[in-house]
């Protein structure tokens, strides 16, 4: 797998679309105002605590409060005010907590108004993004998240990725890990530390207690009264996804900012040295996205409706409760296999395809996907292991229900961001309302050439349609049409129309009649 981060950076706003073989997996927006980001720690005012609900909402500096349930506060809650506490007052002069007495953890089935007060002062971590209508979820329970491990102050656990399924690797790190961990830390190894040396997990480690130690300077240097101040940030987005994603299969990593350019190659140069020469400042005056493609591809999988190879579309619907997606198999018929193949092979190109979907769009929530009725167990369980093998990729928590009786698979994934909705229709340029972008023709077209020649083995085609698409069609070399011809073994006519109207194209078969 090649896979490839391109980044379009602009005076407002920087995007990061993540491709594998080619193709758009994930889409990410930066904006320059974003204040509020999954990982940011603040030194916060306790607001108004609800016994009622067992929480407290938090001031932050956001127009809404954030919301803070007993549940997050963590264990270790006495600790982390004594320890804030004692910063405050200079009391506390080493951040490292060589020398810091930890304090009883608190009752887990205790209530909010036990452990906090209005108005006091409290460090705590964004884990959900403001959403709608709601202001940004916090967490008392602190972690700072590194390459390979994620240090979490006021704790002894060291644990391992649940990913990380080779027992005696699980114990080599466990074991590394120990020996190198400071004093009153936890520590969770991650996904990527597999194979790695102690002198990588060290730096690793080293590199985040210097960020806890940074922080705590500035929580010393804060004046009480000056509450809410965020006081450490997320890395920005280039190097978080970078941390959490960056591995082997990273062939090259592309910008249009020269500032940009130079701070990912830095990031680089600590994680995987190796692999710097793969980072390039692009200088074309055609836009970067147009340049790999992401433009089109945008158009093309941010609809309502998502084409898919072989004719198969899926039709997406957002609600206030839940994400409804429906499988279709079109117009398509193959002759080679029987209505339970057939049905089973559009599930699994859709299952492959929701998967994309789910991360492409950031859903999460309560996503319903409602695939073609199959009737035999053995299919049921091979379009679940299928979309189980599909969705190990995704990073965000979820959970895959089996097939219902009526065919539905229902997934939960986690909401930490707000969901990435682009607009993709435009005005109706053969009249009003409006339509599916024109880009997104070609894709129609090429989707109908599929179904009409390999699955219905058409001798003859001619193509009718708009002069304006036909010149498109045959610009070039190679052109479409050319590419058409490398594919398929068989020249399609292209015949301009004028009677046509702009996004209006038909088949004639070898007999002049309509293919329909």
Not at 141 to 150: D, F, H, K, Q, W
Not at 334 to 354: F, P, W, Y
Not at 473 to 496: D, E
Request: proline residues 3%; aromatic residues 8%; hydrophobic residues 40%.
């Amino acid at each position: 797998m090649k896979t490839e981060l391109i980044i379009r950076s602009n005076s407002s706003d920087i995007d990061f679309a993540l491709l594998k073989d080619g193709k758009l997996t994930a889409l990410n927006k930066e904006t320059n105002g974003n204040k509020f980001s999954v990982g940011d720690i603040f030194l916060a005012k306790i607001g108004k605590v609800l016994s009622g609900l067992n929480a407290s909402f938090v001031n932050v500096g956001y127009e809404k409060d954030g919301f803070l349930h007993y549940q997050d506060l963590g264990a270790q809650l006495l600790s982390l005010n004594k320890f804030i506490k004692g910063i405050s007052t200079g009391k506390i002069k080493d951040y490292t907590l060589n020398n810091f007495q930890l304090e009883n953890d608190i009752d887990k089935n205790g209530s909010i108004v036990d452990a906090l007060k209005t108005g006091q002062n409290s460090l705590v971590q964004i884990v959900k993004e403001p959403i709608s209508t709601k202001g940004p979820r916090m967490s008392s329970e602190l972690s700072i998240a590194g390459r390979y491990m994620v240090l979490v102050p006021f704790s002894d656990r060291v644990s391992v990725s649940q990913k990380i399924t080779d027992l005696e690797e699980k114990e080599r790190l466990k074991r590394l890990v120990k020996s190198i961990k400071p004093k009153g830390f936890g520590v969770i190894i991650r996904t990527v530390a597999v194979n790695k040396k102690v002198a990588e997990l060290d730096r690793d480690i080293q590199n985040s207690l210097e960020r806890w130690v940074a922080m705590c300077k500035k929580v010393k240097s804060v004046n009480t009264q000056q509450t809410p101040v965020k006081v450490l940030s997320e890395l920005n987005r280039a190097s978080s996804i970078l941390r959490d994603l960056f591995n082997d299969s990273f062939t090259n990593i592309v910008t249009n900012d020269e500032v940009l350019f130079l701070e990912i190659k830095e990031y680089l140069q600590e994680i995987a040295p190796e692999k710097e020469s793969i980072v390039n400042l692009y200088e074309s005056t055609v836009p970067i996205f147009e340049k790999f493609g992401i433009e089109r591809q945008i158009k093309t999988s941010f609809g309502r409706t998502v084409s898919m190879s072989k004719g198969a579309y899926l039709v997406i619907e957002h609600t206030e409760a839940l994400h409804v997606i429906d499988v279709n198999s079109g117009n398509r018929s193959n002759k080679a296999l029987s209505q339970a193949d057939t049905a089973l092979e559009v599930n699994l190109i859709s299952a492959s395809e929701v998967a994309r979907q789910l991360q492409l769009r950031d859903m999460g929530g309560i996503i319903v996907v409602d695939f073609i009725d199959m009737h035999t167990a053995e299919h049921r369980q091979k379009l679940y292991d299928h979309l189980k093998a599909e969705m190990a990729f995704d990073r965000t928590k979820h959970k895959i229900l089996p097939p219902s009786k009526f065919g539905l698979i229902q997934i939960t994934r986690q909401r930490v961001r707000p969901e990435m909705v682009i607009k993709t229709q435009e005005p109706n340029p053969s009249g009003s309302g409006e339509v599916e972008a024109p880009i997104v023709i070609l894709d129609t077209i090429n989707a109908e050439l599929d179904k009409l020649i390999i699955l219905k083995d058409h001798k003859k085609i001619v193509l009718n349609v708009h002069p304006f698409i036909a010149a498109y069609l045959k610009k070039g070399i190679p052109s479409i049409q050319q590419r058409w011809f490398i594919k398929y073994k068989k020249w399609i006519k292209i015949l301009p129309r004028d009677a046509y109207q702009y996004l209006k194209f038909d088949f004639i078969d070898d007999k002049g009649e309509l293919i329909k």
